[in-house]
């Protein structure tokens, strides 16, 4: 069973619970430099070096990161607020004085940012249900014209019916989505003792998805306890919905280059706080252990990953996101011409025609019988058994010495973040940031490394240059020999030296 987490309350007229801060008062200011969080995976692209997962026809865009969250739950919850519940004309004055003190001026960098932002909004609002003939069927949705062929099937996973409550990042087409799913007893022979039901919304980015949580998962118990009651759906849609025209040009594709730079320094990845409390980044390394190296480097190397796992399905789509976090990379120019490694999160079989196109993707399901269908994965992860039926990869499921060392480094930066959040009550810095970064400063040191080397008058790479990449010469030459094919460093030769051991 997944417990219930503290997620932000989304709209101005849902009831917002008070809240403690274990952290002290964040200031009230704070809240427009927060929504500078951006997602990870950066990609030079035209007029932008824009982070993202790299859909071409979705905003990988900003995403405020308002709870910072270490392993003691220090930061304060998105969800606390020190204006009392129903005093929006008293938020709404003090925002028009804030306003108005301010006078004439140019539309400041966290402006545009959070005008852009603002443009990722939801498209539809859907619930779906579980029906003892039909099986799982679109109940009820906003705009009745929406095509949600399928989404009855992702927003109640296979397996389901095991769990209480769950949720679910999926894709539809162009869109990103996520659905909380309750299912609870019932004495109903027609119904056979349980209501499963499911609430989700489609968005152009599954980044600011996670703010809609908390309130997706009040409606899929309200679906249960008062079946048909979607005023408050109604509601929500009206105020939230996305203005897109029909062509889709209205879907905001990158943001403004300027506001990106700033973006980009501030934070690499939009928050998805989860039930743990150090957060979705930390208990996926610590779930892997040392295997999170075997699964950087398929990710760096753009694989397609598949993770299996039954329910509870929210957890596993954190996975996939934090897989999108091992292959970050902020040097402008490097991995533009390499497949873009996509975040499908939960798929079925319904997916299978969809898969089999994509160069590179990290997705996750609850359906045993993908592991069979050999040819749409190169890597199939079975909770924490990394595996591949390709030769070529088999070799690089073996740690290397220096893969050791770096997991060693990681656990001991670990430790002393969490030895400064005990000992000097550190609530800026989190896990989440920690191990980010780490990866991030990882991949560019390679990178930077390769352009360096590229660029010399004798552009050949010796046991010293691999060793300054922070790489085996011996046991990564294979993984380094498909890097140098897959982001074209064809005109690099490799030295005679970097044998195999």
């Avoid at 009040?218 to 897109?244: C, T």
């Avoid at 790479?461 to 010469?473: F, H, N």
Wanted: charged share 20%.
């Amino acid at each position: 069973m997944v417990e219930r987490s503290d997620r932000a309350p989304l709209l101005d007229w849902e009831e917002v619970p008070s809240a403690e801060k274990p952290c002290g008062t964040a200031p009230a200011a704070d809240h427009v430099k927060d929504r500078l969080s951006s997602p990870s995976n950066s990609r030079s692209l035209s007029g932008c070096a824009a982070p993202g997962f790299g859909w071409s026809s979705m905003p990988g865009g900003p995403a405020p990161s308002r709870l910072s969250s270490g392993a003691d739950g220090c930061g304060s919850s998105p969800a606390t607020s020190s204006v009392p519940a129903g005093s929006d004309e008293a938020l709404r004055a003090d925002t028009e004085q804030h306003l108005s003190d301010s006078g004439p001026r140019e539309a400041s960098l966290e402006d545009r940012m959070v005008k852009w932002e603002e443009k990722d909004q939801i498209v539809s609002v859907f619930v779906v249900t579980f029906n003892t003939r039909s099986g799982n069927m679109l109940e009820w949705c906003l705009p009745k014209d929406m095509d949600l062929e399928g989404v009855e099937f992702k927003a109640i996973a296979s397996g389901s019916h095991r769990v209480t409550t769950d949720f679910i990042y999926f894709r539809k087409g162009s869109y990103f989505g996520l659905a909380c799913f309750a299912n609870m007893a019932v004495e109903s022979t027609v119904e056979r003792g349980a209501r499963m039901k499911s609430v989700g919304i489609l968005s152009p980015s599954y980044t600011l998805l996670y703010r809609y949580m908390s309130f997706l998962e009040h409606q899929v118990r309200l679906q249960l306890q008062s079946p048909g009651h979607y005023s408050p759906l109604e509601a929500f849609y009206e105020d939230k919905r996305a203005l897109l025209s029909p062509s889709g040009d209205n879907v905001v594709t990158m943001c403004p280059a300027s506001a990106w730079g700033a973006a980009i320094n501030h934070s690499m990845h939009p928050e998805m706080k989860i039930t743990h409390p150090a957060g979705c980044m930390s208990q996926f390394i610590r779930f892997f252990g040392e295997q999170i190296m075997v699964l950087w480097k398929l990710a760096l190397l753009r694989r397609r990953i598949l993770i299996f796992s039954p329910p509870p399905v929210g957890v596993v789509c954190y996975r996939v996101y934090c897989c999108c976090c091992l292959a970050n990379i902020s040097i402008p120019g490097v991995g533009v011409a390499v497949p873009e490694f996509r975040p499908f999160f939960y798929v079925n079989v319904a997916d299978i025609s969809a898969l089999e196109n994509e160069l590179s993707y990290v997705a996750c399901t609850t359906e045993k019988i993908f592991e069979e269908k050999k040819d749409l994965y190169d890597v199939y992860v079975d909770n924490q058994n990394v595996k591949t039926y390709r030769d070529g990869l088999k070799p690089l499921l073996r740690l290397s010495t220096a893969d050791r060392e770096k997991y060693r480094k990681l656990t001991e930066q670990r430790q002393m973040l969490l030895y400064s959040q005990e000992e000097n009550g550190d609530c800026v810095s989190s896990e989440e940031d920690l191990f980010i970064l780490f990866f991030l400063e990882q991949n560019n040191r390679i990178f930077q490394t390769l352009s360096e080397v590229a660029g010399s008058p004798d552009p050949t790479l010796t046991q010293e240059s691999v060793r300054a990449m922070g790489l085996d010469p011996h046991g990564d030459r294979l993984f380094l020999l498909h890097l140098l094919e897959i982001y074209g460093y064809d005109t690099l030769l490799v030295s005679e030296q970097l044998c195999c051991s």
